[in-house]
C-alpha cells in the first residue's frame, strides 16, 4: 500500500526525499534541492528545516575553521621558503606529510584523538614535524660543494 501511494505520488512528479536531520521521508513542496522536511520533531522546538540548517552551518564552521589553520600554517612556512628561511625540499617535506595528515583526519570528528594529534604536529617547531635538524641554506650548499 505504501509503496503503492509512493509510487503514484512519483507518478504525479511529486518529489519525496529523507530528512537530512530527521532521517524521514518527507515530501517536497519548496525548492527542490531543500534537504530537511518542516516537521517539529518531538522534544524539538524548531522544525528540521530550521535545525538540520543551523546544524550543517556549524559543521561547515569547524570544518572551515580547521582547514583555515592548516592554510595559516601552511601559507606561513611558504613566505618563510620564499625569503630564503626554509629550504624548498625541507618546505616540500612539510607540505607532503601536512597534506596526508590533513587528509587522513578531516572527516573525523572534532574532537577526534587524529585531529588533536594533527593539530600537536602542526605546533611543533618545523623542523621537529619534518624528523629533520636545522641546516641554513649555506650549510646545505657547503655540504653538497664537499
Ligand atoms: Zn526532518
Known amino acids: 500500500m505504501i509503496i503503492f501511494e509512493l509510487m503514484n505520488l512519483a507518478n504525479r512528479n511529486i ?23 518542516s516537521r517539529i520533531m ?8 530550521v535545525l538540520g540548517a543551523q546544524k550543517a552551518f556549524k559543521e561547515n ?38 597534506r596526508e595528515k590533513y ?16 593539530i600537536a604536529w602542526l605546533k611543533l617547531d618545523f623542523y621537529d614535524a619534518i624528523s629533520t635538524s636545522y641546516k641554513s641554506i649555506g650549510e646545505k650548499y657547503s655540504d653538497s660543494a664537499d
Open 15 to 37: 518529489l519525496i526525499k529523507i530528512c537530512e536531520n530527521c532521517n524521514h521521508l518527507f515530501i517536497v513542496t519548496g525548492r527542490s534541492d531543500t534537504k530537511y522536511c
Open 42 to 49: 518531538k522534544n524539538e522546538k524548531k522544525p528540521c528545516t
Open 61 to 98: 564552521y569547524i570544518n572551515n575553521t580547521f582547514k583555515q589553520m592548516v592554510d595559516k600554517y601552511r601559507s606561513n612556512y611558504k613566505n618563510q621558503m620564499a625569503c630564503g628561511k626554509i629550504d624548498d625540499e625541507d618546505y616540500e617535506a612539510w607540505s607532503k606529510l601536512a
Open 103 to 118: 587528509l587522513a583526519c578531516r572527516k573525523s570528528e572534532e574532537n577526534s584523538k587524529q585531529r588533536q594529534d594533527f
